[in-house]
C-alpha cells in the first residue's frame, strides 16, 4: 500500500473539476445512502476520518521538506517557559494513523447514523500541492472507511477563504500559523463563537472553561496544565484532525541578505533585507494573490506578508525576534499588569502625509471590535477592558478600553496581565487605520491599492489582480534610512515547477521546495530548511447536522 501511495504521490497531477454533491436524505434505521452532514455529526466518523490518515507518508512522500506529523494542535517550538516546551504536555494526544481502528470507528457511526455508503467532498485551492495534498487525503479516506466516496472542489484561495468563512464545506485543509508565542494563539480559535470553531460547528462549554481558567490562572505552569486538558478535549472531540507541522525548505541567492523568515506572525519581514548588485530590487513568487489590504479583515498569511511589509504598529519583530521599535518609542506597565501606555514618535507619517497618532490606533482597534466591520480577528482583542462585550454582546465601544489621551499618547487597560502583550502589538490586527481614508473609500477599502494609505517601510504600488504585484520603498517612513530595498516584486504562480524555472532562469531570488525537488536541491549550496510555528489540518465540518 505504501509504495501504492508513493507511485501516486509522485505521479503528475491532473486538474479536477469542482463537483457539486446532491444531497440526499439519511434513515436511521435502513441503511443506504448517508447525508454528508448527518455523517460528519457524528463523533464516531469524525474519530475514524482521523485514524484513517497516514501523517508520516504526509511528511516523507508529499511534502518531503523537514515537516513532521502532528497530532496535537498547538506546534513544538512555540511556547517555552524555562527551557520547557508547552507540548512536552500534549505529546501524547489526538489521533495515530490506524487503518484497523478506522474501520472499527467507521462501522460504528454507520450502526449509530444508519448508512452503508456517503460522499464526501474535500475543499481545497488552486495550487499545486494543496490539490496534491486533498487527493492524498481522497485516496486515504476512501481505502480506510469502507463505503465513502471523495471528490475534490478546487476554489482559488480567496473564494476558499469565503466558503470555510459561511461553513459550506464537508472536509477542508487549513493552516493555522501563530500569532504570538503563546498556546492561546492556536486554542482560542476554537472556542465558541470564535471563526474556526463556528465554521466547523464546535460547540463545548467544558473547552470554554477551561481556557477560561488557563487564562486567568496565577502561574505559566497552571495555565499550561488548563490548555493542555482543553486542548485534549478538542482534539478527541475530532472536528479537526492534524496532519502535520510545517518546515520551510528553499532556495535563496547568497547575494539576498537579512530577508527575515519568521516562525510566527507574517513569513517575511523586509525592513532590514538587501542584495548586492541587484538594483536594490528583490524578485519572488507567491502561491496566492493579496485577499484584502483591510487591517481589520484579514485573516490569512498573503495578506499579513504585505500587510507586514507596508504597515507598522506600535512595536515591530526585529531580526533577532526581539521587540525593536515601531510607531510606539516606549510603554510602562502598571504594577497590576493590567494598564499599559505607549508614547507614539511624532515624526511618523502616513504615505498620504497625514500624521500618525493614537487616535488612529483606537479607531483602528475598535472598528475591528465593531460588530458591524464583521471582523474574524475581533476575539484577539478580547483581552482589552469592553471589548468582548462589545463585539458580542451589544457593549457600547466607548467602553472599551483603548483610549488616545493625546496625540502622541494610547492608554490600553486589560482584563488580565498579558505577559506578551508588547509582541502583540508586532501582529497586524494591532496596526493603526486613518479614519478618513478608511470613510472616504467605503467598501473599496482594502481592495485596491489607491484605497489604502501606508506607514511602513514600503508602499504598494502594483497590485494586477491573480498576476502580480509590486512594493516600493515609503519615502515617508520614519526609519527609511534603515531600509535598503527600492523594490520588490512578487509574481503569482500556482505550481512549484514554474518557481524552480524562473529561479534556474535568474528571474526571482529564492523558491521554496515541493517534495520533487527536495531531492535534487539538498545539496545545494543554496538550499536552506528552517521550522515553522504553523500547523495545518483537515477541518470536519460536524455542525450541520443537530444528531451526534
Same mark, same amino acid.
Given at each position: 500500500?505504501?509504495?501504492?501511495?508513493?507511485?501516486?504521490?509522485?505521479?503528475?497531477?491532473?486538474?479536477?473539476?469542482?463537483?457539486?454533491?446532491?444531497?440526499?436524505?439519511?434513515?436511521?434505521?435502513?441503511?443506504?445512502?448517508?447525508?454528508?452532514?448527518?455523517?460528519?455529526?457524528?463523533?464516531s466518523a469524525r474519530t475514524a476520518i482521523n485514524l484513517a490518515i497516514d501523517k508520516q507518508q504526509i511528511c516523507d512522500v508529499l511534502l518531503a521538506n523537514g515537516s513532521f506529523p502532528s497530532s496535537v494542535f498547538t506546534p513544538s517550538g512555540l511556547a517555552i517557559?524555562?527551557?520547557?516546551?508547552?507540548?512536552?504536555?500534549?505529546?501524547?494526544?489526538?489521533?495515530?494513523?490506524?487503518?484497523?481502528?478506522?474501520?472499527?470507528?467507521?462501522?460504528? *457511526?454507520?450502526?449509530?447514523?444508519?448508512?452503508?455508503?456517503?460522499?464526501?467532498?474535500?475543499?481545497?485551492?488552486? +495550487?499545486?500541492?494543496?490539490?496534491?495534498?486533498?487527493?492524498?487525503?481522497?485516496?486515504?479516506?476512501?481505502?480506510?472507511?469502507?463505503? &465513502?466516496?471523495?471528490?475534490?472542489?478546487? +476554489?482559488?484561495?480567496?473564494?476558499?477563504?469565503?466558503?470555510?468563512?459561511?461553513?459550506?464545506?464537508?472536509?477542508?485543509?487549513?493552516?493555522?500559523? *501563530?500569532? %504570538? #508565542?503563546?498556546?492561546?494563539?492556536?486554542?482560542?480559535?476554537?472556542?465558541?463563537? @470564535?471563526?474556526? *470553531?463556528?465554521?466547523?460547528?464546535?460547540?463545548?462549554?467544558?473547552?470554554?472553561?477551561?481556557?477560561?481558567?488557563?487564562?486567568?490562572?496565577?502561574?505559566?505552569?497552571?495555565?499550561?496544565?488548563?490548555?493542555? =486538558?482543553?486542548?485534549?478535549?478538542?482534539?478527541?472531540?475530532?472536528?479537526?484532525?492534524?496532519?502535520?507541522?510545517?518546515?520551510?525548505? %528553499?532556495?535563496? +541567492?547568497?547575494?539576498?541578505?537579512?530577508?527575515?523568515?519568521?516562525?510566527?506572525?507574517?513569513?517575511?519581514?523586509?525592513?532590514?533585507?538587501?542584495?548586492?548588485?541587484?538594483?536594490? $530590487?528583490?524578485?519572488? $513568487?507567491?502561491?496566492?494573490?493579496?485577499?484584502?489590504?483591510?487591517?481589520?479583515?484579514?485573516?490569512?498569511? =498573503?495578506?499579513?506578508?504585505?500587510?507586514?511589509?507596508?504597515?507598522?504598529?506600535?512595536?515591530?519583530?526585529? @531580526?533577532?525576534?526581539?521587540?525593536?521599535?515601531?510607531?510606539?518609542?516606549?510603554?510602562?506597565?502598571?504594577?497590576?499588569?493590567?494598564?499599559?501606555?505607549?508614547?507614539?514618535? @511624532?515624526?511618523?507619517?502616513?504615505?498620504?502625509?497625514? #500624521?500618525?497618532?493614537?487616535?488612529?490606533? =483606537? %479607531?483602528?482597534?475598535?472598528?475591528?471590535?465593531?460588530?458591524?466591520? *464583521?471582523?474574524?480577528?475581533?476575539?484577539?482583542?478580547?483581552?482589552?477592558?469592553?471589548?468582548?462585550?462589545?463585539?458580542?454582546?451589544?457593549?457600547?465601544?466607548?467602553?472599551?478600553?483603548? @483610549?488616545?489621551?493625546?496625540?502622541?499618547?494610547?492608554?490600553?487597560?486589560?482584563?488580565?496581565?498579558?505577559?506578551?502583550?508588547?509582541?502583540?502589538?508586532?501582529?497586524?490586527?494591532?496596526?493603526?487605520?486613518?479614519?478618513?481614508?478608511?470613510?472616504?473609500?467605503?467598501?473599496?477599502?482594502?481592495?485596491?491599492?489607491?484605497?489604502?494609505?501606508?506607514?511602513? #517601510?514600503?508602499?504598494?504600488?502594483?497590485?494586477?489582480?491573480?498576476?502580480?504585484?509590486?512594493? &516600493?520603498?515609503? #519615502?515617508? %517612513?520614519?526609519?527609511?534610512?534603515?531600509?535598503?530595498?527600492?523594490?520588490?516584486?512578487?509574481?503569482?504562480?500556482?505550481?512549484?515547477?514554474?518557481?524552480?524555472?524562473?529561479?534556474?532562469?535568474?528571474?526571482?531570488?529564492m523558491v521554496g521546495l515541493s517534495a520533487e525537488f527536495v531531492e535534487k536541491y539538498k545539496d545545494d549550496p543554496n538550499f536552506k530548511t528552517m521550522d515553522d510555528a504553523s500547523i495545518f489540518y483537515l477541518q470536519i465540518n460536524g455542525g450541520k447536522d443537530a444528531?451526534?
Open positions: 500500500m505504501v509504495l501504492r501511495k508513493r507511485l501516486a504521490l509522485l505521479a503528475s497531477v491532473a486538474v479536477l473539476t469542482a463537483t457539486g454533491l446532491v444531497g440526499c436524505s439519511s434513515s436511521k434505521s435502513g441503511g443506504g445512502e448517508g447525508e454528508p452532514y448527518a455523517v460528519l455529526a457524528n463523533k517557559n524555562d527551557g520547557k516546551d508547552y507540548t512536552d504536555l500534549t505529546k501524547d494526544f489526538g489521533y495515530e494513523h490506524n487503518d484497523e481502528k478506522a474501520a472499527e470507528e467507521w462501522s460504528k *457511526a454507520k450502526e449509530e447514523v444508519g448508512f452503508d455508503t456517503v460522499n464526501l467532498e474535500i475543499l481545497t485551492f488552486d +495550487q499545486d500541492i494543496s490539490v496534491k495534498m486533498a487527493e492524498f487525503l481522497q485516496a486515504e479516506i476512501q481505502e480506510a472507511l469502507e463505503g &465513502t466516496t471523495v471528490t475534490i472542489k478546487q +476554489q482559488p484561495f480567496k473564494q476558499k477563504l469565503e466558503t470555510e468563512s459561511k461553513g459550506d464545506f464537508q472536509l477542508s485543509v487549513a493552516g493555522w500559523s *501563530a500569532d %504570538y #508565542p503563546d498556546p492561546l494563539t492556536f486554542l482560542d480559535i476554537m472556542m465558541t463563537g @470564535k471563526q474556526y *470553531a463556528k465554521q466547523v460547528g464546535y460547540d463545548s462549554p467544558e473547552f470554554n472553561k477551561l481556557i477560561e481558567e488557563a487564562k486567568h490562572a496565577a502561574t505559566v505552569e497552571e495555565s499550561w496544565a488548563k490548555y493542555a =486538558e482543553a486542548e485534549k478535549l478538542m482534539l478527541e472531540d475530532g472536528f479537526m484532525a492534524p496532519l502535520y507541522q510545517k518546515s520551510i525548505s %528553499y532556495l535563496e +541567492q547568497p547575494y539576498v541578505k537579512d530577508l527575515i523568515r519568521q516562525p510566527w506572525g507574517a513569513p517575511l519581514a523586509l525592513k532590514w533585507a538587501s542584495v548586492e548588485g541587484r538594483d536594490n $530590487t528583490i524578485n519572488m $513568487t507567491r502561491g496566492s494573490d493579496i485577499p484584502t489590504m483591510d487591517v481589520s479583515k484579514t485573516t490569512n498569511t =498573503e495578506s499579513s506578508l504585505v500587510i507586514t511589509n507596508t504597515m507598522e504598529g506600535l512595536y515591530r519583530m526585529d @531580526k533577532d525576534k526581539n521587540v525593536s521599535p515601531g510607531m510606539a518609542t516606549e510603554h510602562t506597565v502598571s504594577e497590576d499588569g493590567l494598564t499599559w501606555t505607549f508614547k507614539l514618535r @511624532k515624526d511618523s507619517k502616513w504615505s498620504n502625509g497625514d #500624521p500618525v497618532t493614537a487616535k488612529d490606533f =483606537e %479607531y483602528s482597534w475598535k472598528r475591528t471590535i465593531n460588530p458591524e466591520t *464583521a471582523s474574524e480577528y475581533a476575539w484577539i482583542m478580547y483581552d482589552i477592558v469592553g471589548a468582548e462585550k462589545a463585539n458580542l454582546e451589544g457593549g457600547s465601544l466607548d467602553d472599551v478600553g483603548v @483610549k488616545a489621551v493625546d496625540d502622541h499618547t494610547l492608554e490600553v487597560k486589560l482584563t488580565r496581565p498579558v505577559s506578551y502583550f508588547d509582541k502583540l502589538m508586532s501582529f497586524t490586527s494591532f496596526y493603526p487605520q486613518n479614519q478618513k481614508v478608511v470613510e472616504e473609500q467605503g467598501d473599496k477599502y482594502g481592495t485596491t491599492l489607491e484605497s489604502v494609505v501606508y506607514n511602513g #517601510p514600503f508602499t504598494l504600488t502594483t497590485w494586477k489582480m491573480e498576476d502580480q504585484y509590486a512594493l &516600493t520603498k515609503n #519615502p515617508n %517612513y520614519w526609519d527609511a534610512s534603515t531600509v535598503k530595498l527600492d523594490k520588490v516584486n512578487v509574481k503569482i504562480t500556482k505550481d512549484t515547477n514554474t518557481d524552480v524555472n524562473l529561479y534556474e532562469g535568474g528571474e526571482i531570488d444528531s451526534k
